[in-house]
């Protein structure tokens, strides 16, 4: 399990004195505050559900799964248990807090989720918190004073706050993780090495090449022509639409660094925008093979020599 940096959560100062039990050391007040609340968590949560927009939400809020909507709603439930916590144990709220968020912030479900509705629903549950205060503060009137509720307010206010940018640091760390393993993936695909015979392979490009790209072209198409032992490699252009001073600059250096390899360049399908680009640079491709075509490429230099 990934482990979050723990953060310190700065709670709101107030005395906690006043609601010790005698001299057994007991926060009587702040029990009867959490039992309150915890006997409130699952109602808390049907209501949350039942609350949600689900014809605008999007993510893993709109689920009709049975699975899916009962492992969202113990997440839920579980939140409050942990929140409620903050009152009596902080050390405990923290832990457990911890587990919590790496365990939402990594789930599949709500990284498909977007980060707007998530958000929306941790200020729901804040309000939903704030309303038992209300509740609890006016059922016991003559216990509690106009400074207690407020503190209690801040400290949920507060605390729901970091916990907030607590969890989306996480969420965006597993969401850029996901993203750079997209990007891979697709630049992987979008740039393999297909072998057509066992000595020949071809390289077809497709769509436009930055240098982000270019340099994982490069180094892509030295590893692959090296670990299927090439002695040729057409490289097709055709379905490149776009292309700058660099990367024609770097393509021509792959040309060259595959003929270090031992490995023959024949270039097919090389746009008018490409040459223009290529006679300016002045780059030469006197020595590589050059053909309109991949089809013109393989039926008239067939063994890519």
């Known amino acids: 399990m990934p482990m979050l940096t723990v953060r310190k959560i700065e709670f709101p100062k107030y005395d906690q004195t006043k609601y010790l039990d005698g001299g057994r050391g007991k926060l009587t007040k702040y029990q009867q505050l959490y039992d309150f609340l915890i006997c409130k968590a699952t109602e808390l949560t049907e209501e949350w559900y039942e609350g949600l927009d ?3 939400s999007g993510g893993v809020y709109t689920t ?13 439930n579980k939140f409050h248990h942990i929140f ?6 902080e050390e405990k709220f923290l832990k457990e807090l911890e587990d919590w968020i790496v365990m ?5 479900k709500h990284l498909e989720t977007s980060s707007t509705l998530i958000l929306g629903e941790f200020y729901r549950t804040r309000n939903q918190y704030l309303k038992l205060i209300e509740e609890f503060g006016a059922s016991h009137e003559n ?12 400290l949920i206010i507060d605390t729901m706050d970091q916990v907030t940018v607590w969890f989306f640091d996480e969420y965006d760390r597993h969401a850029m993780k996901k993203l750079n393993a997209h990007r891979e993936l697709i630049k992987k695909l979008s740039s393999p090495v297909i072998t057509i015979t066992k000595n020949i392979g071809l390289l077809p490009l497709i769509g436009d090449i930055d240098s982000e790209r270019a340099n994982f072209i490069l180094e892509n198409a030295l590893r692959q022509s090296n670990e299927k032992r090439l002695e040729s490699l057409y490289i097709d252009l055709s379905g490149v639409v776009t292309i700058d001073t660099m990367v024609a600059q770097q393509i021509f250096q792959m040309s ?3 003929t270090l390899l031992g490995v023959k360049t024949i270039l097919c ?3 008018p925008e490409i040459a223009q680009t290529a006679i300016h640079l002045g780059l030469s491709f006197e020595n590589i093979p050059t053909y309109s075509t991949l089809e013109n490429a393989l039926s008239l230099n067939p063994n890519g020599v």
């Open 54 to 56: 689900k014809a605008s």
């Open 256 to 258: 060259e660094a595959l």
């Open 84 to 89: 409620f916590s903050v009152f009596i144990a």
């Open 104 to 108: 939402v912030a990594s789930d599949q």
């Open 143 to 154: 216990q509690y004073s106009p400074e207690d509720k407020e503190a209690w307010e801040k």
């Open 269 to 271: 399908g090389i746009r």
């Open 64 to 76: 009709n799964d049975p699975k899916e909507l009962t492992f969202l709603k113990n997440q839920n």
